[in-house]
């Protein structure tokens, strides 16, 4: 049985080192980057089947990323939330401290076309709600593009909901026959956002018109719904339970998503695709990204920390209460998804613009 001086005598010879110092070094650099590569469960395995003497060697090296703390840029104002939630878990599967910062103007593309240039080691990220940077791509010039940066990991992705005031609607045919009668107006919270988006394509589907309000926020949004400014909003389900509970807003359909034909948490609500409206959807998620060009063996190990961080139990239980969908999808998955994206924003690309308008857009 080998024993570890004899492992290093046998790697100076291989090498050509000159002595048992350079051949552990070298060993060690090896054995950090192999333990990268192989992942915890095998490198596990590999420990238990080694000698003792090596196997101790073995589980002291620790794999060459991470060394150091890990920053999460992201977006304030309640979207920091999930990746927050998160945080304490990737701590524990990394190794080292993670830390999440908030960036004012994340709407912009001179924060993605900054976050282009940082350095690909692992150590900078970016977390967001897709497909947030293709729309900064479609209503400005822009000199980033989301295909160029590194998928890492998408943990969750959320319900797009049609929301009416208690007292209007009684249901979706009730909403679009008034619809198709006059120009309804809907609430979002931001001109060029996700729910901007969303209901473009919802009212293109539907072949209604439409005036967007925006009101600078989600919680302004649904006050002015519930005042009866706007004739509804399309929205997020995890920015609703408050105000579902108080019973001052009413869920009148799920707009039509991945998930078939009824939400997890909204079995009892009309689903679009149900009723027939096989609309065009773009699916939201939160996402994290890397920088072009980072190396394969990086994102390996973040991906593997995702995927235990959102099967702990604390966090499981937060996403219920706050409605998020756990949906993982790896590196490869994500970058296929975020391809798919791309078609189905530039078609209404002219829209976008139009409604926003170029120098607005550049400025978020």
Request: proline share 6%.
């Amino acid at each position: 049985m080998m024993t570890r001086k004899e492992f290093l005598e046998q790697v100076m010879k291989m090498a050509n080192l000159k002595d048992l110092k350079q051949a552990d070094e070298a060993t060690r650099a090896v054995i950090s980057l192999t333990k990268i590569i192989i992942g915890p469960k095998l490198s596990k395995k590999i420990a238990e089947v080694s000698p003792p003497d090596l196997r101790e060697g073995w589980e002291a090296i620790k794999p060459a990323y991470p060394k150091k703390p890990i920053k999460i840029i992201t977006c304030p104002g309640g979207e920091d939330a999930d990746i927050r939630q998160l945080a304490p878990f990737l701590q524990k599967y990394l190794g080292v401290e993670v830390t999440v910062e908030n960036i004012v103007g994340f709407w912009g593309k001179i924060l993605f076309e900054k976050f282009q240039m940082t350095e690909p080691d692992g150590y900078t990220l970016i977390s967001y709600t897709f497909p947030r940077s293709i729309i900064v791509e479609n209503i400005s010039e822009t000199h980033f593009r989301t295909r160029d940066l590194t998928p890492i990991f998408a943990w969750s992705a959320g319900n797009q909901l049609l929301v009416v005031s208690p007292e209007t609607y009684k249901n979706f045919d009730h909403f679009l026959k008034e619809a198709k009668s006059r120009r309804l107006k809907g609430a979002i919270s931001v001109k060029g956002g996700i729910s901007h988006l969303s209901g473009l394509l919802f009212a293109e589907g539907l072949g209604i018109q439409v005036n967007w309000v925006p009101y600078g926020g989600l919680a302004s949004s649904i006050s002015a719904l519930t005042r009866k400014e706007v004739d509804f909003m399309i929205c997020l389900a995890g920015a609703l339970p408050s105000w579902i509970k108080s019973g001052k807003i009413k869920i009148l359909a799920t707009l039509p998503d991945r998930f078939g034909m009824s939400s997890p948490y909204f079995q009892n609500i009309e689903n679009l695709r149900a009723l027939g409206y096989d609309l065009p959807t773009i699916t939201v998620r939160h996402i994290l990204e890397a920088p072009p060009n980072t190396p394969s063996h990086i994102i390996t190990v973040l991906e593997e920390a995702f995927k235990n961080a959102i099967r702990e139990p604390a966090y499981m239980e937060w996403a219920r209460k706050n409605y998020v969908i756990i949906d993982p999808l790896g590196a490869q998955a994500l970058a296929q998804e975020i391809n798919e994206a791309y078609p189905k924003i530039e078609k209404i690309k002219e829209r976008l613009k139009e409604e926003v308008g170029e120098a607005e857009g550049v400025e978020r």
